[in-house]
């Protein structure tokens, strides 16, 4: 079986690639751009997709960490399908598709609180807790 962990540098590789710029200088700047984008630190986002390689809750053999990170830019900055398909470089087909069953997957974890609705027109996040006691000590959400 192939191992599908990732590490921060990583995660904070494919962030750069997304948004399409380097978070460089100083630490507490890349940390602060990447939270400003995704709404989390690297360190909570690579926990997140390393949880659901552990638990093999990823939605589909081709889901990538960018999926993830393009899930959880989606919830920081709700924007339109359109607009956000535009950002990461994809179709919003595809951005709909994966973002959603990146969301479903992240909502079966157990360190995750999640409430959707769905209505005929269009998708509503509602609530998104991400509980993350036994990180606290390391990470603040903030």
Not at 14 to 32: D, F, K, N, T
Not at 50 to 76: C, G, Q, S, Y
Not at 112 to 119: G, H, L, M, Q
Not at 132 to 142: A, E, K, Q, R, V
């Amino acid at each position: 079986m192939v191992n599908r962990s990732i590490n921060e540098a990583a995660i904070t590789s494919i962030a750069e690639s997304i948004v399409g710029h380097g978070c460089s200088g100083r630490v507490a700047w890349q940390l602060r751009m990447f939270k400003a984008h995704f709404g989390v630190s690297p360190f909570i986002a690579t926990c997140l997709w390393n949880h659901m390689v552990d638990e093999r809750t990823l939605p589909v053999m081709e889901a990538r960490p960018t999926h993830l990170l393009w899930a959880l830019m989606f919830i920081k900055l709700y924007s339109t399908e359109a607009a956000m398909s535009r950002i990461c470089g994809t179709t919003a087909k595809t951005f709909r598709q994966r973002v959603w069953d990146m969301l479903r997957s992240i909502a079966t974890l157990d360190l995750v609180r999640f409430a959707i609705s769905r209505s005929v027109s269009q998708s509503h996040v509602f609530l998104l807790k991400l509980h993350f006691s036994f990180f606290h000590h390391t990470d603040h959400l903030g």
